[in-house]
Antibody, heavy 122, light 103 residues
Framework: QVHLEESGPEVVKPSQTLSLICNVS??????????WSWIRQRPGRGLEWIGF???????YYNPSLESRVSISIDASKSQFSLRLNSMTAADTAIYYC??????????????WGRGSLVTVSS | EIVMTQSPATLSVSPGERATLFCRAS??????VAWYQQKPGQAPSLLIY???TRASGLPVRFSGSGSGTEFTLTISSLQPEDFAVYYC?????FGQGTKLEVK
């Protein structure tokens, strides 16, 4: 049974950098079968994909956030991380980590963490 | 960038009845569409991938269909636990969601 769990601060001050970690159990982050993604959901809104990291460390980001985001992976610790800088109130959201299956023909998120609510406030 | 448009935004259906949710892609995406269910206070949960393949353990009352630009999620006989928000997804893009509520 694969389990993902986010951890990090609940409150971030404006202009600061958000750092979140996703701890993964039941799956190896050294496997090339999956990508590892971050997705957010702002209050009352839909889902917004932030980006993913592959086991090689290769990344791909949402163009709308690319200038502020960094995702990294540490397979030895079974975790991957999100950093989002220059936070504003518009970044207040629930941040989810998710396992991303991309077979070429199909792309989908089969396992999600419970989510981490991050509020930007001074 | 592909845009996924869901309709309706809200669907009111009585328990036991059939619900049909729609998702349209701005260009052809073959069968590369997934559907998710999100209940209040919970993370989204995968229902369907490849337009029509059920996720493991999904009740058979859920079915997906479509290809190209038009996709459908059908729930054949609504159970109380099915009232939730449903999202379609293609690649890195999600639709805006359909809220399925009790009529």
């Amino acid at each position: 049974q694969v389990h993902l769990e986010e951890s990090g601060p609940e409150v971030v001050k404006p202009s600061q950098t958000l750092s979140l970690i996703c701890n993964v159990s039941g799956a190896s982050l050294s496997s090339g079968d999956y990508y590892w993604s971050w997705i957010r959901q702002r209050p009352g809104r839909g889902l917004e994909w932030i980006g993913f990291v592959y086991y090689t460390g290769n990344t791909y980001y949402n163009p709308s956030l690319e200038s502020r985001v960094s995702i990294s992976i540490d397979a030895s610790k079974s975790q991957f991380s999100l950093r989002l800088n220059s936070m504003t109130a518009a970044d207040t959201a629930i941040y989810y980590c998710a396992r991303d299956i991309d077979s070429g023909d199909n792309t989908y998120f089969d396992t999600w963490g419970r989510g981490s609510l991050v509020t930007v406030s001074s | 960038e592909i845009v996924m448009t869901q309709s309706p935004a809200t669907l009111s259906v009585s328990p036991g009845e059939r619900a049909t949710l729609f998702c349209r892609a701005s260009q052809s995406v073959s069968s590369n569409v997934a559907w998710y269910q999100q209940k209040p206070g919970q993370a989204p949960s995968l229902l369907i991938y490849g337009a029509s393949t059920r996720a493991s353990g999904l009740p058979v009352r859920f079915s997906g269909s479509g290809s190209g630009t038009e996709f459908t999620l059908t729930i054949s006989s609504l159970q109380p636990e099915d009232f939730a928000v449903y999202y379609c997804q293609q690649g890195e893009t999600f639709g805006q969601g359909t809220k399925l509520e009790v009529k």
